[in-house]
């Protein structure tokens, strides 16, 4: 696994991106629809990294009662499988891999309850 990127729940993802793009001088690195909302990442040109801007009103239904004061930590890994398998080998809670608007994915848990993404690069 490698670092992918930061989750920020954001109150207005306009304004939001905004800040990050005109203000800090970060680009849009990727935006993909999720029913009405949009979820868009934005980072340096010269970096992986990025910051996931997700609507607050998409996670009406937040499934693991993420605390969505604080951002969350999203991994990569080219094997979601077994990925996900040596997680669980090594006693850690963790989801099924699935899809969510279109984006395949798992989370695991710490040993504090907070949950972690995994996502494919």
Known sequence: MKLGYVVLYVNDPAACFDFWTNQVGMVEKSRQPAGE????????ANQD???????????????????LATP????SSEDLAAT?????????????VGSQAGVESFAFSDNEGRWFAVTRP
């Open 37 to 44: 909302l949009e979820v868009v990442k934005v980072g340096f």
């Open 49 to 67: 990294f990025a910051f996931e801007l997700v609507p607050l009103a998409l996670m009406a239904n937040n499934p693991h009662g993420l605390d």
């Open 72 to 75: 969350s930590i999203a991994f």
């Open 84 to 96: 996900r398998q040596k997680l669980v080998l090594a006693g850690i809670e963790a989801t099924e």
